[in-house]
């Protein structure tokens, strides 16, 4: 299973991005995928997750109200829209993968895939 994350990029304080996470595994369906993101010298820190069907999306205080998770199965692809960005923000953010229901620990997720820069200016 790889997971290929792409759309971030630099962006002024207030600005929105939309990051997206395409999976390559016919069973992407059946997976939960998750958000992180890990700024220089922190831990991975939670964002968001989405369950398979998309009922359940548990979100990290920091992002909550600010982001949107959502996914396309016929596309095998996850999506995060967030906006109202802060320098805060600014991270390499990662998306992973899992059978089981969602989880805010990183090692939890089997597949995990390279990240994709976000660079918020103030």
């Known amino acids: 299973v790889q997971l290929q994350a792409s759309g971030g990029g630099l962006v002024q304080a207030g600005g929105s991005l939309r990051l997206s996470c395409v999976v390559s595994?016919?069973?992407?369906?059946?997976?939960?995928v998750a958000w992180f993101r890990q700024a220089p010298g922190k831990e991975h820190e939670f964002v968001a997750a989405?369950?398979?069907?998309?009922?359940?999306?548990p979100y990290a205080d920091s992002l909550k109200g600010r982001s949107a998770i959502s996914r396309d199965n016929a596309h095998n692809t996850v999506y995060l829209q967030m906006a109202s960005l802060k320098p805060e923000d600014t991270a390499v953010y990662y998306c992973?993968?899992?059978?089981?229901?969602?989880?805010?620990?990183?090692?939890?997720?089997?597949?995990r895939g390279q990240g994709t820069q976000v660079t918020v200016s103030s």
């Open positions: 992973a993968a899992r059978s089981g229901g969602p989880s805010t620990w990183y090692t939890q997720y089997n597949y």
């Open positions: 595994d016919r069973t992407f369906s059946g997976y939960t």
């Open positions: 989405i369950n398979w069907n998309g009922a359940y999306t």
